[in-house]
């Protein structure tokens, strides 16, 4: 038998449907899963991906990635390049594996739901490829950060952390929760392949990819741009939904998408954001993670909503302004509440550090330069203690982040805000105002509960530092700490000082 | 024979300390803090109990005064949490009280 020509076949498999006859429609495809809203039923028909692929062409290739990736692994785990690689980027890859391995999880969760829900056949059809796609990055990154947990019990938390209550996990399920777990096929199609795959692992997997290249991290370099090659693929049912959303329902489009926006942004700047700007060595660094937002980010993003007809978010002069604070508000943290990490947050702000800050962010000395310095004085007056932790930052209502962005007052200063909301008798606290509109707009979503409301609610025991760092999973041998307190603080050793709280006497009783 | 039903409510000064966790920041820190205090506490032990974690670590010791603001208003230092009407939850800045021409 002749087998026939892709061309002559793949027209009529990949939109595969049935019109059911035994039971309603609205059974088959609940409007709560499907939430086709203002878009008559009839519209979806049109969906169509730009980016074709049959199922033998998919295994097919895959295969072949899997192959040259596992290929180069192997070469490697004859090398002794692990050994060689920085603190700064080893923290780097903790924080990629632990925080990305199973939202790649989460994700195949997500595909499956619009495979199974989604409002066209061949929407399905492209779902269960991504579904495919979703399941082998939750292995390969699992696999890939298991192999370390020998040399380095950190890295454990590549599998660990999404199973522990650490403030950060707990962001991102709140994230990841809101973007894949509880939206039906269509606003889920505009979050996390729309806005979140299209726009933002860009970020994380070509910046990440470069910045590892410059560091002598091919493996890593190799796994995430792998990674990405599926990416660019399953992303595409974006748009097509988004095509069609538009032309019903824009109000909805808008909101959908300024919203999943916000919360990526808010998430990238926590964790990519140090890791670019603080963690890689600097003579490894190819570019600012401003720039890196303003290049790939943001141009990218103004042209695809542009193309689609919608406008740009109504936060986004508050986002612009963010892209000099955010970041630099939360490495600090990070640093700070250090043992709640599975890194090593590195300082990064020895005075050739501190220089290329300031010639990337022109206000950075002015904002975050004293506190450094402060810090650094403690340091060099061995006194550590005075830089660690005994009480919890605020973490926002919304994004579950430390409420740490500070603005510039009419006298030049720059101050932390509070942006509160008092509903349903309860007071909230927000790290920016966008945050707290993104609140009350979603305020009928389910939303987890900050640590902070954990801790009030008696949920954390007993309630110290101790009970805190045990309720997030920390354990003595995997607790962050800064990896060379030398490196960036030798710079200012035998300066003047004052103004700095006295070490605490520790008097050995009889 | 009838007993008075007469009941008193009790100021502020007449109940048992309560706990009042805070959203607090303290001068120009990067960030807002979780600091507990309780309604017997004086707004020089408020302001006391945020710089702890913040005065000489982050921020450098100042010597002036420190107030603690509260919805926009300066509260005097020997009132209370509860006189000031201070509840759980609520946000507080601490601020040197900088003499004008100091800099």
């Known amino acids: 038998m002749t087998l026939l020509k892709r061309e002559e076949w793949q027209g009529f498999v990949r939109d595969v449907d049935w019109t059911p006859t035994y039971v309603d429609y609205e059974a088959i495809y609940p409007e709560w899963h499907c939430g086709t809203g203002k878009v008559p039923r009839e519209a979806w028909q049109g969906w169509e991906e730009s980016y074709k692929v049959s199922y033998p062409e998919y295994v097919a290739t895959q295969r072949e990635k899997e192959s040259s990736t596992y290929a180069v692994k192997a070469a490697l785990q004859r090398s002794n390049t692990f050994q060689n690689l920085d603190e700064g980027w080893k923290s780097a890859t903790k924080m990629h594996f632990g925080g990305v391995a199973l939202v790649e999880y989460a994700a195949v969760l997500g595909e499956l739901k619009m495979a199974r829900f989604g409002l066209n056949g061949s929407w399905r059809n492209m779902a269960t490829f991504g579904q495919l796609d979703e399941m082998r990055h939750a292995q390969i990154t699992t696999f890939f950060g298991h192999e370390f947990v020998g040399q380095d019990a950190q890295y454990d938390w590549t599998q660990k952390t999404f199973h522990t209550n650490d403030w950060v996990p707990i962001a991102l399920r709140n994230l990841f929760d809101g973007m894949i777990t509880s939206p039906n096929v269509v606003d889920l199609a505009i979050e996390l392949p729309f806005t979140f795959e299209t726009g933002f692992t860009n970020l994380q997997f070509i910046a990440l990819s470069a910045d590892a290249l410059e560091s002598g991290d091919v493996n890593f370099a190799n796994m995430i741009s792998s990674i990405q090659t599926d990416e660019a693929r399953h992303s595409q049912q974006g748009g097509p939904t988004m095509e069609i959303l538009v032309e019903h329902d824009p109000v909805r489009a808008q909101w959908v998408i300024d919203k999943s926006f916000w919360g990526s942004a808010r998430a990238f700047a926590a964790l990519t954001g140090p890791a670019m700007d603080y963690y890689t060595p600097l003579e490894h660094r190819k570019q600012s993670y401003r720039e890196f937002m303003e290049e790939w980010i943001i141009d990218q993003y103004i042209h695809t909503i542009e193309d689609y007809g919608l406008k740009k978010p109504w936060y986004w002069d508050e986002f612009i302004t963010g892209l000099d604070t955010w970041h630099h508000g939360l490495h600090m943290g990070l640093w700070y509440w250090r043992p709640t990490t599975w890194w090593r947050p590195k300082a990064g702000v020895s005075k050739d550090e501190r220089a290329w800050l300031a010639s990337k962010y022109p206000n950075w000395e002015n904002v975050y330069g004293d506190k450094w310095d402060v810090m650094i004085d403690q340091v060099n007056a061995n006194n550590v203690e005075a830089t660690l932790p005994e009480t919890l930052p605020w973490l926002c209502s919304t994004c579950h982040l430390p409420c740490c962005n500070a603005t510039p007052s009419r006298n030049g200063e720059w101050k932390v805000r509070t942006w509160q909301l008092d509903y349903d008798g309860k007071k909230y606290h927000f790290c920016t105002n966008a945050c707290r509109q993104i609140f009350w707009k979603d305020r009928d979503n389910i939303n987890h509960e900050t640590l902070i409301d954990r801790f009030l609610a008696g949920q954390i025991q007993p309630m110290d530092v101790g009970g805190i760092l045990n309720y997030m999973g920390m354990t003595p041998d995997t607790m962050g700490d800064d990896p060379d307190y030398g490196a960036w603080t030798r710079d200012y050793v035998g300066r003047a000082v004052e103004g700095l709280a006295a070490a605490t006497v520790q008097v050995a009783t009889q | ?103």
């Open chain 2, 1 to 103: 024979m009838t007993q008075s039903q007469e009941t008193v409510e009790l100021g502020p000064e007449d109940r048992a300390p309560e706990l009042v966790p805070l959203n607090a920041i303290f001068a120009t820190d990067f960030v807002q803090i979780l600091v507990p205090v309780t309604t017997a506490d004086t707004m020089t032990e408020v302001a006391a109990a945020v710089a702890h974690h913040v005065e000489g670590k982050r921020v450098r010791a100042r010597p002036y005064e420190k107030v603690v603001i509260h919805n926009g208003r300066v509260v005097p230092a020997e009132m209370t949490v509860a006189e000031a009407g201070i509840a759980p939850f609520d946000h507080i800045a601490v601020e040197y009280l900088i003499p004008k021409g100091a800099s």
